[in-house]
């Protein structure tokens, strides 16, 4: 289903989609070209937003969580994706280790754990789950809510391999976005593949290089297909050295929001668009939608008073914020019963295999729908990404869902490069 | 869906179906392993027979004429299957050039061409139709069903590379099976890609070295998992030298058919089966279920009447048949909506991408389906053949879709076998 576009707005975006759907062939030529060059992560999600003159990626998610939330009728994508994938990386693969996060009490997460290891076995692996829990001392199973269960295993290390009791993995497949850091246990892994690399968790990833590496991405692409590569762009910014508590490089973000703000009202005056310009400050690290907040106003980030200041400093696992993005907000203009909707777009290899919207029928349209305590109802996908129509309309379901299928891949691609670029040293990994 | 067993013989093919979905991770993971050493078609489909005690192909195609015919849902496994054929073929092919059968009023085939080429499409390449016919000396549109059409244009021949007109394909694909003989203007295109190669036409290609590498493959994959490949593979037996006109041959056709009568029946007496043994005597090139006949005993291919013998002597493009193939029969026990139906299996690259039945109300469980002026009805699959389910009995619909799979991957990688093995001279081609 699409939901319904509550703006007037929908021309620029019309024109859009019409764009991507014009140039699909030129589209899909030019990322399968792309895909020479760079390998995809093994997976991804992207967290959309559709302003109706804009249609940009606000995150991208390397350890994505949600795969539960798909529409079943796009599982045979996954395992199709998956396998590509798996001979790709490893061909003769047996054993497949899956980390998943720690918080073995989410049952959504759980569920998005049993719905990759489903996949992943679909493909020939036999999978198995390992923690880096500490409380994972002893094989543990854990309840689904369908009446499944999760065997949860310590992790065994071997000499420069890595397992569990009785089981050599070829593939290490994390789940775990390592925001509290980089395990020892994790390191110098070198004769088995660890995917994503250890650099892809939040211990050593920064939003603002992704951002940079999208910059190029949707510089290139915005060519190729002749449009204003801010229609698919946020701008954004970030500062280094912050402290929240201490007040400290309150200067640096003012600036850089007031910087950001000018930049967006002219976008706004050059396209004609009557709307309140906004960014989002973020944790430059992190994910789960902590450490943000929506600003209309330099002024703002000054007079933060404590509970706002205390908000902003941590994020996941408690962890100190000392760099933030900021990043130019956009509306997001979807409406799904009611509630306001951000579309997440699920990659396997680089195939787009479905997707779902957050819909939050408590928040306003320029505001983060991916934050804790927020309730959000998942909302999948009912038609896939990749069978543009050019009999419809630009706005038709299957032309709409090409489209958050194509940006999601430029997002995808700016992850290959963000890899590549921030590779660590192999003393390090 | 899956259509009602009309049989008391469930359990042998229960066993089977059980053995397949135990073993499914080695499966996944020998195919996988056979795809390293061995390049599947383009693309393929599998006809199979399901006994109740046997499972096995009876004709494999390599120039499939029903994607028309798949369910709508499964089309996106299509276009993800196709993106990653073009991308190891010609990453950067920019052109395809799309060859069809050259009987342009059969609405049913320009429906599968079509979603041929919608699939290529979006797949971000540039698609156009080239005519072997020599009725095509100017572009010609003809209208499909749908109010759709297609354009379908002369050859043009430049040097070593093939188009039509302003048109340089990177890749041509064959839809067409080449029965009437291989044209000189697909002879010694060496700078582009020709898939399937030449000799997967009929003018070269012959069901009986098909069956060979069948053979082999069968074999191995028994082993694998610890089965009689006799569940999975039909015997068979070649003829050369054939005249049914002036009754040449018959010696050879009736010892052979009573050779292979007389190990069916042992088969049938090792494994309790209570039928009656039959064999399918079938040109060995050619399809259309043209030139096929069904015999019970050794007898009735030495008295055949004039109309009998005139049936069996031609197949499509009026071709003389001079080699047939004695092929075990295997009955279908199959049953939809009160007819006898047929599994028809769709892969494009190694992927299995959907299927359908052939349901015929007015034909017998041991008669062949697919025969010129029957009119089938096909039946899309409502599920796709890659997500076994362990918690399902092996009867359930993901599991025997899963179990049609299977043999349909072991037909394609006997197609890649015998393609490697019969692979004309660099002279030739």
Redesign the interface.
């Known amino acids: 289903m699409v939901p319904r576009l509550t703006t007037a707005l929908s021309g620029p975006l019309l024109e859009l989609e019409r764009r991507f759907l014009d140039n699909?062939?030129?589209?899909?030529?030019?990322?399968?070209?792309q895909?020479?060059e760079h390998t995809p992560p093994f997976y991804g999600s992207v967290d959309l937003r559709n302003a109706g003159f804009k249609l940009a990626p606000v995150d991208m998610n390397l350890f994505p969580g949600g795969f539960n939330n798909l529409n079943v009728?796009?599982?045979?994508?996954c395992?199709?994706?998956a396998?590509?994938a798996?001979?790709k990386i490893c061909?003769?693969?047996?054993n497949l280790l899956l980390i998943p996060e720690n918080h073995t009490r989410n049952r959504f997460y759980l569920q998005n754990v049993a719905q990759i290891a489903a996949i992943l076995?679909?493909?020939?692996?036999?999978v198995r789950l390992g923690s880096l829990s500490p409380e994972i001392t002893a094989p543990t199973t854990v309840e689904l809510d369908d009446g499944a269960s999760l065997l949860l295993e310590p992790l065994v290390r071997r000499g420069d391999r890595l397992g569990v009791d009785g089981f050599d993995p070829c593939m290490i497949l994390l789940n775990n976005d390592l925001s509290a850091g980089i395990p020892d246990i994790l390191r110098g892994l070198e004769s088995q593949h660890l995917l994503p690399p250890l650099h892809a968790g939040w211990a050593v990833r920064r939003k603002s290089q992704h951002f940079a590496a999208y910059d190029d991405v949707a510089s290139d692409f915005a060519k190729l297909i002749g449009i204003d590569p801010w229609r698919i762009n946020p701008y954004f910014a970030s500062c280094d050295e912050i402290d929240f508590h201490d007040r400290q490089g309150e200067d640096c973000l003012a600036a850089k929001v007031d910087g950001l703000l000018t930049m967006i009202r002219e976008k706004y005056r050059e396209h004609g668009i009557d709307e309140t310009p906004y960014v989002v400050v973020k944790a430059d690290a992190g994910t789960y939608g902590m450490g943000v907040m929506t600003v209309r106003d330099a002024a703002e980030v000054r007079g933060l008073n404590r509970r706002q200041r205390n908000k902003m400093s941590v994020v996941k696992e408690g962890l100190a914020v000392s760099q933030v993005i900021i990043q130019e907000g956009v509306q997001t203009f979807e409406e799904v019963a009611g509630g306001v909707a951000e579309p997440v777009v699920y990659m396997i290899d680089r195939?787009v295999v479905g997707g779902f919207y957050r819909v939050h029928t408590a928040r306003g349209r320029d505001e983060n729908l991916n934050a804790p305590g927020m309730h959000f109802e998942p909302l999948a996908f009912e038609t896939?990404c990749?069978?543009?129509d050019q009999r419809c309309d630009p706005d038709a379901a299957p032309n709409r869902f090409y489209a958050y299928g194509v940006v999601a891949r430029l997002a995808l691609l700016a992850a290959s490069l963000e890899l590549e670029r921030t590779s660590l040293p192999a003393g390090v990994a």
């Open positions: 699909a062939a030129t589209i899909e030529r030019w990322l399968r070209s895909w020479q009728a796009f599982l045979p994508l395992v199709q994706a396998m590509s798996v001979e061909p003769d693969a047996r076995r679909r493909t020939g692996l036999d195939y896939c990749t069978l543009p």
